[in-house]
């Protein structure tokens, strides 16, 4: 009798918890549906937030269709990043039209002054994000170029149409990355 009694009383205990935690569904179910649509919601330091999709094996950037996206893995710390920069930055003005950097950092929780002098300090001209889902999707990135964990940064990865361009890893030269743009531009 006693077991049935202790039986019962877990049932509805189990019941009432369960009711009780329903009453977020509709944010429970849009996180996960943007988790499962393999959505990034990523805002930039000029307080805009910009939306990367993963389709298929590549990204794409909302509002950029026909464009080429460069996602740059960086730190603020990095020497190689902080020469990267200015490069970068020479490559967006050139391209201005036709391509857009995003600079994805990936230190947690870094403050926007920090990557403001960081902007400042190295030179970088394009769009630097500062968000909570910035590890997500370098992780997700990195898994797709399938660098392993303990990838080097800074990495870049050019997208055109949510396709593989090419990737970067370590400091390359410019020229190298203008080429592909070139290429990628049918140019």
């Known amino acids: 009798m006693f077991k049935k009694y202790i039986l019962v009383i877990s049932v509805i205990s189990a019941a009432i918890l369960f009711q009780g935690c329903s009453g977020n569904e509709d944010k429970k179910s849009s996180a996960n549906e943007m988790i499962a649509a393999k ?24 509002g950029a269709e026909s464009k080429i ?9 990095c020497p190689p990043c902080r020469a990267a920069a200015s490069h970068l930055s020479s490559l967006q003005e050139k391209y201005k039209d036709d391509l857009i950097i995003i600079g994805i950092t990936i230190e947690d929780n870094i403050a926007d002054a920090k ?13 630097l994000v500062n968000s909570d889902q910035n590890r997500r999707l370098v992780n997700e990135l990195v898994l797709e170029l399938e660098l392993g964990e303990r990838f080097p940064i800074p990495t870049m990865a050019m997208y055109k149409d949510a396709k593989l361009i090419n ?21």
């Open 115 to 127: 990557l403001q002098e960081f902007a400042q300090t190295y030179g970088a001209k394009y769009l």
């Open 167 to 187: 990737y970067y890893v370590g400091a390359t030269e410019e020229e190298f990355i203008d080429s592909d743009i070139r290429n990628a531009l049918g140019n």
């Open 39 to 62: 959505e990034y919601v990523l805002t930039g330091l000029d307080k805009k937030q910009y939306i990367v999709k993963k389709d298929g094996k590549g990204f794409r950037l909302d």
């Open 69 to 77: 996206v460069i996602f740059d893995i960086f730190a603020t710390w």
